[in-house]
């Protein structure tokens, strides 16, 4: 599938504001604290960012509305209807923590189930697709939940080191959990990726596998087209190999021996070094994302001798 | 509505492709790709048409597939590998992943008759629902910023203005070699129906659980010629005595 | 959704035409919009398409609209190539082209080299050049098919081409030889169609499966240039089972005719005959010899008779029979050399012989022969063949395609139920074709040549040279290089004028013939001649150059004066009897094109243009006694212009009320008639004469009322061709003239009475070791004859084209998919991008036909895929074979009638480095200020949407 930077733009940084607007609504953090105050705005404009990128690939932008229509169906829709819902306790929560320095339970709790929902809609978006076998697992939903939560507990845990926060070391530890949780999933995810056998071949695609071994001759037209573009986008094995192993370094490594240094260090040097870990992560989820696309094969190349 | 009917209509109308005598000349390809192009919708339009890097929304893309069986060998008839046709367009699938995928209700099948079809003014070009088609039924009009896809000629078929027997897919219409049939799957005794019965029609990726309405028909199996030649003559008849003899006798009882 | 958003009208109306993106001519309806094509579909009602259309043919909006169309008349003011040109009036252009040939036509006529491609106007330009007086005028059908044409009129008074065809709703059996895509292009699909419905089976020979052998039954991948070894192992199994079909042989064919056995002698090898020329059969129950034909008699097929005082001779059959039933011929001895093995050949020579005999059909409809004899059905043998370039693109394609033919005609499949069927005017005995006008008595200054340039020599006397024995004609058509080349040699003209051998040209006149590209053989070397200049005088060796075309071709560079065409949407043109109609073996027919949208520039119909260039200067037949042109069009000349008295260029709709067929006076609404009834017109065979039209009386008689011929005009098939005997006669110093003796072994090698096989020269000549694998093109049907690289639609199904390398050589060089490699040939080499291929013949790289472009041309950014990836395998292949060390060059043609040895070419193939772009590298061509600028974004039809 084609890694279209709107896409692993939208889904990375909208994991991360999901992922501290759900650490922010359990109340685990001072509402009263500036960072805590810093958080809330931040998971917002995450999510505002994420949202606007994810409508730059539009073909038709002013009819985005529309897309609220269909949740009884489609995931996308249930994801936008969800984020959209998600924005008033998520907003409500903020603006009391930001203005008023309180934090009101139910409209926390609401935000975090909101974010989880959301989360799990997009994460649903790929793996309801049959057509593209890589994504089509739970191990697909698991991860998209598991970087979300880690990724949120990594900025909660700065935001609660700046805070002098007591909850610091254990949100580190909750941290390091989601973040190994995270990589295991997509450890997994990864080996099946590897393992599986394809469930359409060409053989199965043309119908003519009772014939023989199939194999595409001439292509319909022999420029690139829209469904090559879109999904005939091919990495090779070795540099996936390659950027697997820096993804999960940069983004699973890094931040745990980053986030156990912090809850080592302490004070200010711990501030630091979570902060630290923020980057890290980021780069290591952007490279996944990346790969979550370009390694993904869409069974319509069946077609394309890809 | 992008929810799938709730029971299967009653009419399914969609085509039958025959593989067995399609001979890859493209012209369904490129009638549907004339026809569309002022027809439902938006213009099929092409990008860059006369440089390098031209490419266009078709809706119907035919490929060319070489089919080698285990253990072909090249001798004589060479070896049997084959070469297939194989025009590809929507499949109007009974479940089709791309209709309840679309967040907007453009796209959606038809309660009526089965075809699947995008409402353009509603479509966002999100492109998901190419993303939920296996078989690349599906392509974003770049001009346009919406999804086109096969209608079977919904304009043709319920055009009141075009004779009757021409109410048929234009694909269907021009394909010189008679390899695309139009009908309703819904009545067991279509001639489409009768036709997928005879042949042993089949599914497109049956795995991806799609249920296709249009139907493809394998070719025909073959056999060698060499399985015609005749044993060992019993009698020399290489001769051109022996022949001259027989041929007095074929002209006396002429 | 709202019923009437469904219910919109197409369009505002319908004009029916003819299509003309390839050979085929189909019926189309062309629906009209807001003055714009909206969309083109087969015609229903149309005889040839019934009502599909392919991917050319839809297409038909992008051809019109491209931006590749030249938009007014040029005159070149740089030099060739350089695509400097002025834009002048019409005015301007014809009193320049009038000035240059009226001065060629005053001084010596034969200056004029007139030679027309792609048209379908043959019998008017033709008509033209002889009036002219030019000797010098052919259309492309040398590097056409004319090895199709010749050896089929030769052999059965007919051609497959687009002169016959399959018996599709009969035929149980369907062989076909050398054919990707070609002429009668829908025709042959529905056909296909038809007979696997109907569970005929379908055999294809060809080295390449694709198209249309890709649904065959059985493919034989044969080694290209083999097939007449194939067809004749068959024909040896077929005589060894006793396969063939004696009665038609007697009635039909000239089995029984005698055949003079005189060795040293000048009538050795030719018929015996009568006082009056009638050739003599040997009567078995009197025992004497009697005139072929005599009724009653029951002639020998066998046996030697003396014939006259010391003279003796044998019927040609046994001739025949003793040649193929030699052991050379059986299959074991032919399947190395074809690549088929023996059982797959016996298995074919079976399956033509049970078909045949064991599945014969009849017809129960009387009818009454030639010599009076009524039979009470007709017989059908329902095997059929056909067979096009991948037979006759060959230098042994004219022997080879008489092999097919006789094939046919000795298990009784020609013209009968299920078999090959002629398609009127044909057949058309030898004798009703004319011989070839160009000698030096037969033309002259200010004076009409005294008879048709084209036509079938009888013996050597009919060739066109001098006493010297050198060529009359600039193409050498008709002399002892090509004695029968009937449809000249167009791929030699441009060589030869550069050259001044046998003369120099002053004014070369194309018309739609891509021959600075495609269209040539050792397209480089063309060019080179194109641009050359005489030292001595400054002067282009081929100085003046006029060109017409639609198109932005590569061509239209290199001419001094350029004459714009229209689409095949603004033009009238007749698609005639006279020339090449669209008739079926059922019935006659002829069609017309008629302007179904105006010109949008400053642009006229070629056949237009020649009328008025033929009324300026005066040509007989163009202008009166005042010089007035006698016609104002060519709509005009369609409809007034009579051949014979009562014979137009149309057969229907003819007398003053429309109502005579064939024959009667011109109608002035005839053309109108014709608009009317779908632009063609079709008149219906009765069932009694529908078969054996070769010897049918009720079909003769149809004939001569229809105006084909004067009096019946039955045809005997030529199994022993005696024309050929005579050219080898002379060859042996018996007859006069005689060749050169440097003539002498080629045409004793290649003039076999009786079909031969002998391996193509270019593989004869160079080391087969060193060029072990063969390379040929395919014609892909999207683009097949219309080439449609201007076309927006049809360029992105073929952009650029590789080289397909059977896997064995792949594994052997180490080649994938997308890999580069040199091909090189005795004459030149180009690098390309290979893909892998299984299903072709294992010593065969193929690839598509003229998908390659250079740069610049039809309107193509010069960085376009067809100019950078796409390659022509002409650059390979030279108008000359290799030197074999006599001090001369060959042409690559066929022996006997010249015919373009595409196929013939010799490679090898080396692993390169990967490149960018295909070699050799041509600068973009510099072309004339298109039409237009070339749009980023096209979005036909976007104003017609809801």
């Known amino acids: 599938m084609h890694p279209a930077l709107s896409v692993i733009v939208f889904t990375t940084v909208s994991g991360l504001g999901y992922g501290l607007a759900a650490v922010l609504g359990l109340g685990a953090l001072d509402a009263a604290a500036w960072p805590t105050r810093v958080a809330h705005v931040l998971a917002l404009a995450a999510i505002s960012t994420g949202l606007l990128s994810s409508t730059l690939h539009l073909g038709n932008p002013q009819r985005a509305w529309r897309a609220f229509s269909q949740w009884r169906s489609s995931w996308l829709s249930r994801e936008g209807v969800l984020a959209v819902a998600t924005f008033l306790p998520l907003t409500a929560s903020a603006w009391m923590s930001v203005i008023e320095g309180r934090y009101l339970p139910l409209w926390g709790l609401l935000g975090t189930a909101g974010s989880v929902a959301t989360v799990f809609s997009t994460a649903m978006i790929y793996t309801s697709l049959r057509s593209v076998q890589a994504w089509h697992t739970p191990l697909t939903v698991a991860g998209y939940l598991s970087f979300a939560a880690a990724g949120g507990l990594l900025l909660a845990t700065v935001a609660a080191y700046a805070a002098g926060s007591d909850m610091a070391p254990r949100l580190a530890l909750a941290g390091i959990v989601a973040l190994a949780a995270a990589w295991a999933f997509k450890g997994a995810w990864w080996r099946r990726q590897r393992r599986m056998a394809p469930i359409s071949t060409p053989e199965s695609a043309t119908g003519l596998g009772a014939i023989g071994r199939v194999r595409l001759h001439e292509r319909p037209h022999a420029n690139e087209n829209y469904l090559t573009r879109e999904m005939g986008f091919k990495v090779a094995r070795k540099h996936a190999d390659k950027l697997e192993r820096l993804a999960l370094a940069s983004g699973g490594v890094a931040p745990v021996l980053l986030l156990a240094a912090a809850t080592f260090a302490g004070g200010g040097l711990a501030i630091a070094l979570a902060l630290l870990a923020v980057p890290f992560h980021a780069i290591g989820v952007l490279a996944e994302r990346w790969l979550f696309f370009a390694t993904a094969r869409h069974a319509v190349m069946n077609y394309y001798g890809r | ?254 | 959704m709202e019923k009437s958003a469904l219910s919109r009208p197409v369009s505002d109306e319908v004009r029916r035409t003819t299509c003309y993106m390839c050979a085929c001519r189909c019926g189309i309806d062309v629906h009209i919009k807001d003055g714009k094509i909206r969309y083109i579909e087969g015609n229903r009602n149309h005889p040839v398409n019934r009502g599909v259309l392919c991917a050319k043919g839809s297409a038909g909006i992008m051809q019109h609209y491209a931006p590749a169309r030249l938009r007014a008349p040029l005159l070149r003011t740089g030099p060739r190539g350089s695509g400097q040109f002025r834009e002048i009036s019409w005015d301007e252009a014809l009193s320049i082209a009038t000035d240059w040939l009226g001065a060629v036509r005053q001084s010596d006529p034969k200056k004029l080299a007139f030679f027309t491609g792609r048209d379908q106007s043959q019998s008017l330009t033709g008509f033209w050049a002889q009036q002219f007086g030019t000797p010098n005028y052919a259309a492309h059908g040398g590097f056409c098919s004319v090895n199709m044409a010749a050896a089929g009129i030769m052999t059965i008074g007919g051609a497959f081409w687009e002169f016959g065809a399959p018996d599709w709703d009969r035929t149980k059996l369907f062989v076909m030889f050398g054919v990707a895509e070609d002429h009668d292009s829908n025709p042959i699909k529905i056909g296909i169609s038809k007979l696997k419905k109907n569970g005929a089976r379908f055999v294809s020979v060809n080295p390449v499966r694709t198209g249309y052998s890709a649904v065959a039954d059985n493919w034989i991948g044969i080694r290209p240039g083999t097939d007449g070894l194939l067809i004749l192992a068959v024909i040896h199994e077929l005589l060894k089972a006793r396969r063939i079909d004696v009665d038609y042989l007697v009635r039909y064919s000239n089995a029984p005719w005698l055949v003079v056995d005189a060795p040293g002698t000048a009538e050795h090898g030719l018929f015996a005959r009568d006082a009056d020329g009638a050739p003599l059969v040997w009567e078995t129950v009197t025992e004497r010899a009697v005139a072929a034909g005599t009724k009653g008699a029951r002639p020998a097929l066998s046996g030697r008779y003396q014939v006259g005082e010391g003279r003796f001779a044998v019927p040609s059959l046994q001739l025949l029979a003793e040649k193929y039933l030699d052991p050379r011929y059986a299959p074991e001895a032919v399947a190395a050399e074809t690549g088929v093995d023996a059982a797959t050949i016996r298995g074919l020579a079976a399956e033509i012989g049970r078909v045949a005999f064991d599945e014969a059909i009849s017809i129960d409809q009387p009818w009454t022969d030639v010599h009076g004899e009524r039979h009470q059905g007709f017989v059908g043998r329902p095997v059929s063949f056909h067979a096009m370039r991948g037979l006759s693109a060959h230098s042994n394609g004219f022997q080879t395609t008489r092999a097919l033919h006789l094939l046919q005609v000795l298990i009784g499949a020609v013209d009968c139920p299920g078999g090959f069927r002629f398609e009127p005017p044909y057949p058309k005995p030898l004798d009703a074709h004319p011989t070839p006008h160009g000698k030096a008595e037969h033309f002259g200054s200010n004076k009409p040549l005294s008879g048709p340039h084209l036509g079938f020599p009888r013996g050597p006397e009919d060739l066109l040279i001098d006493a010297e024995g050198r060529p009359n004609r600039i193409d050498k058509a008709f002399s002892w290089d090509a004695p029968i080349s009937a449809h000249g040699l167009m791929h030699m003209v441009i060589a030869n004028a550069h050259a001044g051998d046998p003369y120099p040209v002053d004014v070369l006149f194309l018309y739609m013939a891509n021959m600075a590209w495609n269209s040539s053989m050792n397209t480089a070397g063309v060019i080179r001649m194109l641009e050359d200049k005489d030292p001595a005088t400054g002067e282009y060796r081929i100085p003046k150059i006029i060109y017409s075309d639609a198109y932005a071709s590569e061509t239209v560079a290199y001419a001094d004066l350029v004459l714009p065409d229209t689409t095949y949407l603004e033009r009238h043109d007749c698609i005639s009897l006279l020339d090449r109609p669209i008739s079926e073996p059922d019935a006659v027919q002829d069609a017309i094109r008629w302007p179904v949208v105006e010109p949008d520039r400053d642009v006229r119909g070629f056949q237009t243009v020649l009328l008025d260039i033929g009324a300026r200067l005066r040509l007989p037949g163009f202008a009166d006694n005042r010089g007035k042109p006698i016609y104002r069009d060519y709509a005009d000349y369609i409809v007034r212009h009579e051949r014979r008295p009562g014979i137009g260029p149309l057969a229907g709709f003819r007398g003053t009320d429309g109502s005579r067929t064939g024959r009667g006076a011109a109608n002035p609404d005839q053309l109108k008639r014709y608009i009317e009834n779908g632009s063609f017109f079709s008149a219906h065979i009765p069932l009694e004469a529908q078969f054996f039209k070769h010897a049918n009386q009720a079909y003769q008689e149809f004939a001569v009322s229809m105006g084909f011929f004067d009096t019946p005009k039955p045809v005997t098939f030529q199994l022993y061709q005696e024309t050929l005997q005579k050219f080898r006669l002379s060859a042996d110093g018996l007859r006069e003239p005689s060749p050169p003796p440097t003539h002498r072994e080629r045409i004793r090698g290649a003039f076999a009475p009786l079909p031969e096989w002998y391996r193509p020269f270019e593989e004869a000549a160079v080391d087969r070791e060193a060029y072990p694998f063969h390379a040929i093109t395919q014609r892909p049907a999207a683009m097949y004859h219309s080439w449609g690289s201007m076309n927006a639609w049809l360029r992105q199904i073929h952009t650029r084209n590789p080289l397909y390398v059977p896997e064995k050589i792949c594994d052997h060089l180490d080649l994938s998919d997308g890999d580069w490699v040199w091909v090189i040939s005795h004459h030149g080499r180009i690098k390309v991008e290979i893909a892998r291929s299984a299903a072709v013949n294992g010593d065969t790289i193929w690839t598509w036909n003229a998908i390659g472009k250079r740069g610049g041309a039809w309107g193509l950014d010069p960085d376009a895929p067809e100019a950078k990836k796409g390659f022509l395998l002409n650059h390979l292949i030279h108008e000359l074979l290799p030197p074999k060390g006599d001090g001369l060059r060959w042409s690559n043609s066929d022996p006997v009638t010249g015919q373009a040895a595409w196929y013939d070419l010799r490679v090898r193939i080396e692993k390169a480095e990967p490149d960018e772009a295909s070699q050799p590298r041509f600068s973009p061509a510099i072309m004339p200020r298109p039409l237009s600028e070339r749009p980023a974004e096209l979005r036909y039809g976007q104003e017609w949407s809801e």
């Open chain 2, 1 to 254: 509505m992008t929810s799938l009917p709730a029971y299967p209509s009653a009419k399914r109308l969609g085509l039958v492709i025959d593989l067995d005598v399609c001979v890859g000349c493209h012209a369904c390809a490129v009638s549907c790709k004339e026809w569309n192009t002022g027809g439902y919708g938006n213009a099929l339009s092409d990008q860059d048409p006369y440089g390098p890097d031209v490419s266009g929304a078709w809706l119907n893309r035919i490929h060319t597939f070489e089919v080698v069986p285990d253990g072909g060998q090249v001798v004589g008839e060479a070896s049997d590998a084959r070469i297939v046709h194989f025009p590809k367009s929507c499949l109007h699938c009974e479940d089709a992943p791309c209709v309840t995928v679309c967040p907007t209700g453009a796209s959606h099948k038809r309660a009526e008759d089965g075809i699947v079809l995008v409402d353009e003014d509603k479509c966002i070009g999100c492109g998901l629902c190419a993303w939920a088609c296996p078989y690349g039924a599906r392509e974003m009009d770049v001009a346009a910023g919406v999804m086109k896809k096969c209608t079977l000629c919904i304009d043709r078929i319920y055009n009141e203005t075009i004779a009757e027997v021409d109410r048929v897919p234009s694909c269907v219409r021009t394909c010189p070699a008679n390899a695309r049939h139009f009908g309703d799957f819904g009545d067991p005794a279509s001639a489409v129906s009768t036709m997928v019965a005879e042949r042993g029609g089949i599914d497109l990726m049956p795995e991806q659980g799609t249920r296709p309405v249009n139907k493809y028909l394998p070719p025909r199996p073959r056999r060698p010629l060499a399985d015609s030649a005749p044993k060992a003559a019993a009698v020399d008849v290489s001769g051109v005595t022996g022949f001259f003899a027989w041929l007095d006798g074929v002209l006396e009882r002429i």
